[in-house]
């Protein structure tokens, strides 16, 4: 185990080192940042006096590797717009999209895995057919229209919770239930397929033959190997929702990391985007590593492998 985890931990250390490196270029392969610093009406010597204050005439590795130092030690330069430095404007921000996002894959986890696991059990049954219509359901509504219908009946029509905002728990149960959602048909169908795999297998026969319960055959022996890639996509998802969540955040006005994101780059906000590049980034990386982690601990012949 120890072997794989040094692996799977230089892997994703390799990743990390790539996609700095690509997001770095990337920003300034789009445009001039300091023509976008100095505003269109900027004369060319005002564009150079901006291009040398920010040390953009510099080489290209050299700027790269200040700030790669700089953001290891969390210091990511001051934002362009708002006058701060960026570590403080993403610390601030970055707990409601945290909240957001563990509430958002911990209400889909809840809600689809049970659902696959019973459509699971009982195919073309109603409760199939729930599961189908829920999957089908999820697929094609977008997510900004859903959360609007849930403002207008929750909100405007029945007033039971808040429409916008970030001061309670209650301001987060529609946007969790809409992040949620989106991510409910993807898991749901993975379960379902996973344990009509697994319920004909020859461990299940022989677990039931021995005398083995419903209850312990289904979630000790099946639901335990079916789960495998429901990990695995439940930790891409749960990357999604802390990086892409700025429908949702600005359907709310949560103004968590997603909004900043949003914000940052209609104000050509360059170490801004750049710091939240990198930290979404390595949210996709940790949760997939961790994932990686948890799918060795359930089935050892990946490790072995």
């Not at 390799?14 to 690509?22: E, Y």
């Not at 009406?41 to 291009?51: G, L, P, Y």
């Not at 920010?54 to 030690?73: C, K, S």
């Not at 050509?268 to 940790?286: E, G, H, K, R």
Request: hydrophobic residues 55%; glycine residues 8%.
């Amino acid at each position: 185990m120890l072997v794989y985890t040094l692996k799977r931990l230089g892997l994703a250390l390799l990743v990390t080192l790539a996609v700095s490196m690509l997001s770095f270029a990337l920003l300034y392969l789009s445009g001039d940042p300091a023509a976008a610093i100095a505003g269109e009406t900027a004369s060319a010597s005002d564009i150079e006096a901006v291009r040398h204050y920010y040390g953009f005439d510099r080489p290209w590795v050299v700027q790269y590797g200040e700030w790669m130092f700089n953001a290891i030690r969390g210091d990511f330069g001051e934002s362009y717009y708002f006058k701060l430095p960026v570590s403080q404007l993403v610390s601030e921000r970055l707990s409601v999209t945290m909240i957001l996002g563990v509430c958002g894959i911990s209400f889909a986890l809840l809600t689809a895995v049970p659902l696959g696991v019973a459509a699971a059990v009982r195919p073309n049954s109603f409760i199939d057919r729930i599961a189908l219509f829920i999957s089908v359901m999820g697929q094609a509504m977008p997510s900004f229209w859903f959360g609007l219908v849930l403002i207008v009946i929750f909100s405007i029509k029945f007033r039971i919770l808040p429409p916008s905002g970030s001061d309670g728990w209650q301001n987060f149960v529609m946007p969790t239930v809409v992040l949620g959602y989106y991510a409910m048909p993807a898991i749901m169908r993975l379960t379902r397929a996973g344990m009509l795999d697994v319920l004909g297998a020859d461990y299940v026969r022989t677990a039931r033959a021995k005398g083995a319960g419903e209850f312990r055959v289904m979630f000790k022996h099946a639901l335990r190997n079916a789960i495998i890639p429901v990990v695995s996509l439940a930790a891409v998802q749960m990357g999604f929702m802390l990086g892409g969540s700025i429908v949702v955040e600005s359907i709310f006005a949560l103004h968590g990391a997603g909004y900043l994101a949003w914000e940052s780059i209609g104000r050509n906000d360059l170490p801004t985007v750049q710091a939240l590049i990198l930290i979404f980034s390595l949210f996709y990386i940790v949760f997939t590593f961790l994932s990686d982690l948890l799918n060795a601990w359930l089935d050892p012949r990946m490790r072995v492998g």
